[in-house]
């Protein structure tokens, strides 16, 4: 009944993050936040964290300070959020219409992206909000997981067969057991039922029950929950009335909830009931007490419509008691047709991977044939693969590039090197990661002074005699002495001295193959810094392949100004800013200001 | 480019919130409120101001009602119903659920009571409300591709929100009205770290501090209990929906505390509805009411019952909250007809009045109030005005300027002389331009320009593991580290240190420009080796001179003093050299020691590349000064060093 998934294999300590989906999906959570070493982070959407949190009866492995502990280690997130790890990984979580808070996940790294959906439902006539397809649109590749089993009901053809049985079973006034968790689609088949009967004239002789430890809970917090609902459901709360149709009858004492079977509920028993609960296993829990108490009668009804279980099996120890029995479980789960549809009416190119059981057959190139109506196969716009449980698939994804925002400040620092039509220059800043964004500024600023200590500069190319001559010229420095002590001469490395003054003060630099020495007084080493550095971005580097590059400094001036320090330190920045909307969308702008 | 902020109310006033905002060429309405205290055309915004000729959806991308509060929605049915303006509208889910219930009752008050005509009908509301597009806190909204909007948590009153809007690289947050601290029913403001380059903050409380709101409070549960110990009825007028809730709060835990035995009645009207709204929008209160409503409805009060018309009767004392806030007709108005006469009894008037009504009357402190051309009152009993609206003080406006880490502020929604002081707080504190624009006056700020790179990921990844390998414990900048109290913050801080997301690193690369590419953000060796280029290795010497003769004098000034006797000073060699060294190294230590690792031996002071040490060659001694050499890669750590010893050796004079 439960099980841990297996592990091993994964190194947990690995793990940067895990996305919950939904509060079906969260069992193993706290074995894996309190019994490994597991130490990333955890996201899952408000409502999958309460119905979590409440759902404690969900875990008999662990104690209320292991589940409490787990539950705070996740971070919540709303639809349409977004949430940003590590500044270069987007998590965004996009409704899956499944039940309250369910979610799939948007993964993005720089321009590729991850959809994982799972346990989604394009159903529009249910509770939880609409499944929201736009994550689909960006991705360039698509997980997805839980879809209905071939063959099985959905929800709208099975819910008739189960109104009638419950009216009927209401009509020759007997008692209803609907076994199930008081979560999910159990919301709508409660509406439905109650509409059935209304409609048959039969709700005044009927009333409903809720039996679990967290029935009470759930029910209220479920209506609490009006964003997270269907439009027409989110109206509700305009009126204002409670979204969820159980919140109205539990107001005026049609439906009640219990902890368990002992104690109020055989007193309050008045009229048929319709007992919604318990476990669909029925091997545990108050339908097996109920099952003692109404099992004799053949007036009375079970109902199985959990699409996960073996109905059949757990009917078994009951197959010789009266009571009508019937199964007819309700998928409200995407089927692997739905998931074709849904991927057809997107254009831009995609891979996508389902599980195994939803595949025929396995090409030789890797691309899988589906079991759905028309057996698709892959096609340039989008490739079907399969995934098969604890086989790890590598995904070709992984952006290289990620986009960052260069401060105007820093860039104002920047002495780029050109050669041929490339340009570089080596920065150290300090990478803020805020709102979704990269912003890459001083180091040396506000309250970052201690991350410039760590600072590493890197200067590269060689110093060319004539350029320097002439950046000293232009700051008004006169008659340099230059003196050039030769390698075999003078036996030493070859270098070239220059000596001036420099704000009234000596100065003197320098120069070998791959060193500059720069000697000053401490009052003029900004200016001597400058003077270098401008002096080596100005150098012409020769291209990489060029043979004598390591006399570079000795060649001819030819000072140009590079194209890109043009760019930075005199160009407008916007002309670098290829996104930026440059025409307003707007004829005309406000008119002048009045007084 | 330009962000433009024009308010067309709520400059340098309180009242018709509407501030127009131009934004990446998007232009955008935050909020449409009326004046409460007008009741001619000064009442609603001048939307001439926008288009002389009404095509309003044409100019405005979208509007944003930050709350249901009258002063920022009252405008809507007419801005959009008569007006014609037709595009998008947000707010919040509560707001849209609210706000349609207090505009039906000043439209009650304005045509059913004063008869006014050309005002909005019923019917305008709800067709105006339909128009309304509800949105959830902290979800990404696209209004259309370019603009991005999204809401945060305000306090204030229930779905109250502040917006941050974005276009392009541009952004900007409209705080609407905000708390900073969480009161009884709702929690406090909070908002991501968006570096918005305008915020637009109100600042109703510009000069209030935090502890005179608590001296308020105690000071209003004296006066209503001095009242009904005294015999008098207390009656308080409230809107059923908002500060009323409070107020109850307030009092139901007082009486418990005190354990009074007065009875306290709410008059019925919209309370069931109001309970309604608050148990659907439970969400939206704070973190204590949300965990305990399964078990106990906070606005179930124990002390606090329902009003029946025949308790008036009664002797008394009692105390009622009775609705309309601004007495112009139902339970509050047929209350203050009986209880006025008595100078025993007390009026508590908590917010602000129409024009025109009996509240405004009561305000205004008349003493015989015409109720209808039938009824006179004569009005003996005692009135007090106070206002429990809840906003952020100055402490709290700085608090959110310093979250958000604006770059710009621009304040609304205040008095001119408050706002004042704010100003100059705000230049001072964060060096920031700071602006209140008054009705009409445009302000325009130019914002600063980011140029977008691509950054190699294996580069970025790199250095964010180093990071967290190096575990240095300072290394988020000192405003992160600062304490705040929402709950955010303290989720974060309550994660295990590598797990924490650090705020910012330090890195280093190779910018690779090709024309008529993305500029590259690389691998410094990669680039080097791609391109063949050799690093070029960069050394500075430079001689820090000093004052000897002041240093050697200021250290026998000081051994004078601490050994008391003139012979500890001057018998052996004075080496001014190793004197200095010793003062830059206890500097040093200080100033750097806890980051980076300094070594000292008997001439020189070492750290990475840097070398401090005294001249030792004839020529260098013969100048003097210390020598400071370091390599161009630790450029930034000597530049650090250098102003320490500047400043080691300068304060010895
Ligand atoms: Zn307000």
């Not at chain 2, 029913?185 to 600042?203: C, M, N």
């Amino acid at each position: 009944m439960f099980k841990l998934p297996d592990f091993s294999g994964i190194d947990l300590k690995s793990v940067d993050v895990v996305l919950i989906s939904n509060f079906n999906h969260m069992l193993s959570l706290p074995y894996l936040t309190e019994f490994t070493d597991f130490q990333g982070r955890i996201f899952a959407t408000e409502p999958t964290i309460e119905f979590g949190r409440s759902g404690s009866g969900l875990y008999p492995a662990y104690n209320m300070a292991d589940i409490k502990a787990c539950i705070d280690k996740i971070q919540p997130v709303r639809f349409r959020e977004h949430v940003s790890l590590y500044g270069s990984l987007k998590l965004t979580a996009h409704s899956a219409g499944y039940c309250l808070g369910s979610s799939n996940w948007h993964i993005q790294t720089g321009t590729e992206s991850i959809a994982f959906v799972s346990s989604s439902s394009i159903q529009t006539n249910l509770h939880p909000d609409l499944f929201d397809g736009s994550l689909l649109e960006k991705a360039s590749t698509v997980i997805a997981a839980d879809l209905c089993p071939k063959g099985a009901t959905s929800y709208n053809s099975g819910v008739n067969d189960v109104c009638a049985k419950v009216a009927m079973t209401v009509a020759r006034k007997g008692h209803v057991l609907v076994p199930c968790a008081i979560s999910g689609f159990l919301f709508d088949l409660m509406e439905d039922i109650h509409l059935h009967l209304n409609h048959m004239g039969l709700t005044h002789q009927v009333q409903y029950a809720f039996i679990s430890p967290v029935a009470e809970t759930a029910l209220q917090y479920s209506n609490i929950l009006a964003e997270w609902m269907a439009p027409r459901k989110q109206e509700m709360v305009y009126l204002p009335e409670a979204p969820l149709l159980h919140g109205i009858l539990q107001e005026k004492g049609l439906s009640k909830t219990y902890k368990s079977v002992h104690g109020a509920f055989s007193s309050d028993l008045k009229h048929p009931c319709i007992v919604f609960g318990g476990h669909p296993s029925l091997r545990s829990g108050p339908m097996v007490n109920l099952l003692q108490m109404w099992g004799g009668q053949a007036q009375n009804s079970i109902v199985l419509v959990e699409p996960r279980m073996d109905s059949a099996a757990s009917l078994e120890p009951f197959k010789d008691l009266e009571i009508s029995k019937r199964i007819c479980p309700l998928d409200i789960r995407m089927s692997i047709d739905q998931l074709v549809d849904v991927m057809r009416k997107h254009k831009h190119p995609k891979h996508v991977l389902v599980p195994s059981s939803n595949t025929i057959l396995t090409r030789s190139d890797g691309t899988a044939e589906l079991a759905d109506a028309k057996n698709t196969t892959s096609t340039p716009a989008c490739q079907w693969s399969a995934y098969k449980y604890a086989e790890p698939l590598q995904l070709g994804i992984g952006s290289l590039y990620e986009t960052v925002l260069l401060s105007e400040e820093l860039a104002k620092g920047i002495f780029p090197q050109s050669f041929g039509t490339t340009s570089i220059a080596a920065i150290s800043g300090s990478l803020s990661i805020y709102n979704n964004r990269m912003q890459l500024e001083p180091a040396s600023v506000g309250g970052r002074q201690i991350l410039a200590l760590h600072s590493q500069r890197q200067l590269c190319g060689t110093m060319n005699l004539n350029t320097l001559l002439t950046g000293l010229a232009m700051i008004g420095v006169s008659d340099p002495v230059v003196t050039a002590l030769d390698e075999i001469k003078d036996m030493q490395e070859a270098e070239i001295r220059v000596e001036f003054m420099l704000e009234g003060k000596d100065a003197s630099i320098i120069m070998r193959e791959n060193e500059t020495i720069v000697k000053c007084e401490e009052a003029i080493h900004i200016s001597s810094t400058v003077l270098l550095l401008k002096t080596l971005a100005e150098s012409d580097i020769p291209p990489a392949l060029d043979g004598d590059s390591h006399r570079a400094y000795a060649r001819p001036l030819e000072l140009d100004i590079v194209k890109f320090s043009a760019l930075v330190h005199k160009g407008p920045p916007i002309t670098l800013h290829p996104t930026y909307p440059h025409t307003p969308s707007h004829p005309t702008r406000f008119s002048p200001n009045i007084v | 480019m330009t962000i433009q902020v024009v308010p067309l109310g709520a400059g340098q006033d309180v009242g018709r919130s509407c501030i127009l905002i131009t934004i990446g060429g998007k232009n955008i309405m935050l909020d449409c409120g009326m004046h409460m205290g007008f009741n001619d055309e000064r009442r609603f915004p001048d939307f001439s101001y926008i288009s002389k000729t009404g095509d309003f959806t044409e100019m405005l991308d979208c509007v944003i009602i930050s709350h249901f509060h009258l002063d920022h929605c009252g405008a809507l049915p007419f801005f959009t119903e008569m007006c014609g303006y037709d595009g998008p509208i947000y707010m919040t889910h509560p707001t849209k659920a609210i706000c349609p219930l207090l505009l039906e009752d000043y439209r009650k008050i304005s045509v059913d009571r004063k008869g006014e005509r050309n005002f909005f009908t019923s019917a305008n509301i709800k067709d105006c409300m339909k128009k309304v597009i509800a949105v959830n806190l902290h979800q990404s909204i696209m209004v259309d591709d370019d603009l991005e909007i999204c809401a945060y948590y305000a306090g204030h009153v229930l779905g109250a929100a502040m917006f941050y809007i974005r276009v392009g690289e541009e952004s900007l947050v409209y705080t609407g009205d905000y708390n900073m601290t969480p009161d009884r029913h709702l929690g406090s403001a909070w908002i991501d770290k968006v570096r918005p380059d305008v915020l637009i903050t109100e600042s109703t409380y510009a000069t209030t501090i935090r502890d005179s709101k608590r001296s308020r409070e105690r000071d209003f549960l004296k006066k209503v209990h001095d009242c009904v110990a005294d015999g008098g009825n207390v009656i308080i007028p409230v809107f059923a929906l908002g500060r009323a809730q409070e107020l109850c709060i307030l009092i139901e835990t007082y009486w418990e505390r005190m354990d009074l035995k007065v009875p306290i009645y709410f008059s019925t009207g919209l309370t069931e509805k109001a309970n309604h709204f608050y148990r659907l929008f439970i969400n939206w209160t704070n973190e204590k009411i949300k965990s305990t409503f399964v078990h106990r409805n906070m606005f179930d009060f124990k002390h606090i019952k329902p009003w029946e018309r025949s308790f008036i009767e009664l002797p008394g004392p009692m105390v009622v909250f009775a609705t309309p806030g601004m007495l112009h007709s139902g339970t509050s108005l047929e209350l203050f007809k009986k209880w006025a006469p008595n100078p025993k009894n007390m009026i508590i008037m908590p917010g602000y009045c129409v024009a025109g009504t009996v509240g405004s009357k009561v305000l205004a402190g008349e003493k015989k109030i015409q109720i209808d051309s039938f009824t006179s009152v004569d009005v003996n009993l005692q009135v007090k005005n106070l206002s429990f609206s809840a906003h952020a003080d100055a402490k709290g406006i700085m608090q959110l300027i310093r979250q958000c880490e604006a770059k710009n502020v621009v304040l609304v929604h205040g008095e001119k002389s408050s706002m004042g002081f704010l100003k100059s707080r705000i230049m001072t504190e964060f060096g920031i331009p700071c602006f209140d624009p008054a009705n009409g006056e445009t302000v325009s700020i130019e914002t600063t320009h980011v140029i977008p790179i691509e950054m190699s990921a294996s580069l970025l990844k790199r250095h964010l593991i180093r990071q967290s390998e190096a575990q240095e414990p300072d290394m988020s900048p000192p405003s992160s580290s600062e304490s705040s109290d929402d709950s955010t913050e303290a989720f974060k801080k309550s994660l295990p240190a590598e797990v924490r997301p650090k705020d910012t690193v330090l890195i280093q690369g190779m910018l690779v420009i090709d024309e008529g590419k993305p500029i590259r953000f690389e691998e410094a060796e990669e680039v080097l080796q791609k391109s063949g280029l050799a690093k070029h290795k960069v050394r500075f010497e430079v001689r820090k001179a000093y004052n000897a003769t002041a240093l050697r004098a200021a250290v026998e000034e000081a051994d004078y003093y601490q050994s008391m006797g003139p012979e500890s000073g001057g018998s052996s060699e004075w080496d001014s050299d190793a004197f200095a060294l010793d003062l830059v190294y206890v500097a040093l230590q200080s100033a750097i020691g806890n980051h980076v690792a300094l070594a000292r031996d008997g001439s020189a002071i070492a750290v990475r590349s840097i070398r401090i040490r005294a001249p030792t060659m004839a020529e260098e001694k013969e100048k003097g000064g210390l020598l400071i050499g370091w390599d161009y890669q630790d450029e930034d750590l000597a530049t650090r060093i250098l102003s320490v010893v500047t400043l080691a050796l300068a304060s010895t004079r």
